[in-house]
């Protein structure tokens, strides 16, 4: 699937190579006129580094495969549903979970920024942000998931969601086959990110 | 506002270049502009943010990386509100000027973050578009922030849920108050947004508010 070279950075690009003393300078600006807390940078950095990342998403939709009413739920309302496993919070205030099936494939973009659900995915990858990725998720889907080596079958339906509101989506994926004697940590292990966002089947 | 920042359906602006085992931060400085912005006396909204990062220019914004983009809006931004001055900017050193503001702690800040919060809002007008209402995205062109992409803008979709009165992106990006308008999830079939040679079986929805939307 993803390409198997190191690289920094989606579009082929690298920033100024001096960025982190821009950076650093504007920071004791900050820090020095009393605008930020520097405590509150490490902890902020800390927040999504370690807090916040796939995994709850995962833990979302392991639970959505093995407790039909928790699916149910999830489907009806995510917001309530996923807050019953704890997660919300900044650019997770709403959230609609959408099923992919045997006759839907569903495909989260967003074409204006970097619309994401912080609280269930963490901070997006490069390539979610990338120009590319925003340009043609919505005209081409089906060419963006041949890149990500995944093939959708002729009948099979494409939605995209175009996040354009305070709205974040969430990509529950079919369950994989062959795992059903799996329990729900197991099951959870076996959800990819990009499964979530739906440029991966799983 | 028309800016290249609205990317739907154009081509051609490089590599997907998806990586394996990627990490949060690819330095650490860009998790120290990600976090100045969250911590910033400038984010007085969401949508004023998004709206500092649409003003970089064109030409700058299309070649930046992710946090450049945050570094630029962040460091216009401080200059916009008054908080800095271009010299200092420039120079890299504070001036001797006092705050003109108390920093929030770490941990009011990551209690926000972590809290849940609400984008909807009172409105005692109903909804104007019922579900599995025709509507057509208007076709308007404002010079402010605006969260309607031009690639649906004249085109013909269907309501599929109406997610109650939310804030209104365009006017509380300029700080005119958060104007609450019904936002509605529209869908749009493939062949209305690109024409007869789209995948018959490509939809694509946009959650967009009624302001942006007539009856078709």
């Known amino acids: 699937m993803a390409h198997d070279h190191p690289h920094d950075h989606a579009e082929g690009q690298h920033p100024p190579s001096d960025m982190h003393l821009r950076v650093k300078a504007l920071e004791s600006i900050l820090v020095e006129k009393g605008l930020v807390d520097p405590a509150s940078l490490d902890a902020i950095v800390e927040h999504f580094a370690e807090g916040v990342g796939p995994r709850n998403g995962a833990q979302v939709v392991a639970r959505a495969w093995t407790d039909a009413a928790f699916r149910q739920r999830l489907v009806k309302d995510a917001t309530s549903a996923v807050a019953e496993l704890g997660f919300m919070g900044s650019q997770g205030e709403h959230v609609v979970a959408v099923e992919n099936t045997a ?92 499964g979530m966002i739906g440029t991966a089947l799983l | 506002m028309n800016g290249v920042h609205d990317m739907g359906g154009m081509a051609n602006l490089g590599p997907l270049a998806p990586e394996d085992n990627e990490p949060v931060f690819h ?51 401080l200059v916009r509100r008054g908080f800095a001055t271009l010299e200092e900017m420039e120079s890299g050193r504070a001036s001797t000027r006092s705050a003109k503001v108390t920093p929030r702690s770490a941990g009011e800040i990551i209690t926000g973050l972590s809290s849940r919060g609400s984008y909807l809002r009172e409105r005692t007008a109903a909804p104007a578009f019922a579900i599995g209402a025709q509507v057509r995205a208007r076709n308007i062109n404002p010079a402010g922030h605006t969260r309607l992409p031009r690639y649906v803008r004249g085109h013909v979709g269907v309501i599929e849920r109406c997610h109650g009165a939310h804030v209104f992106p365009d006017s509380n990006a300029r700080l005119a108050g958060e104007d609450p308008q019904y936002l509605y999830g529209v869908r749009f079939a493939g062949a209305e947004l ?23």
């Open chain 1, 103 to 194: 006759q839907v494939h569903n495909l989260v973009v967003c074409t204006l920024c970097s619309c994401y659900p912080w609280p269930l995915l963490g901070l997006p990858p490069v390539w979610y942000k990338s120009n590319a990725y925003r340009s043609r998720a919505v005209i081409d889907p089906k060419g963006v998931l041949h890149e990500f080596g995944v093939e959708i079958d002729e009948g099979v339906e494409i939605r995209v969601w175009d996040s354009t509101a305070e709205v974040r989506y969430l990509v529950i994926p079919q369950r994989p086959a062959g795992a059903e004697g799996l329990d729900e940590a197991e099951l959870a292990a076996r959800v990819t990110r990009n």
């Open chain 2, 27 to 77: 330095a650490p400085w860009e998790g120290r502009v990600f976090a100045m912005t969250i911590a910033s006396p400038t984010r007085v909204n969401l949508d004023y943010g998004r709206h500092q990062r649409e003003l970089i220019p064109g030409p700058d914004y299309l070649p930046m990386t992710y946090y450049e983009r945050w570094f630029r809006s962040l460091s216009d931004a």
């Open chain 2, 194 to 216: 690109w024409g007869e040679e789209s995948d018959p079986r490509l939809s694509v929805a946009l959650d967009l508010w009624e302001p942006y939307l007539e009856p078709a």
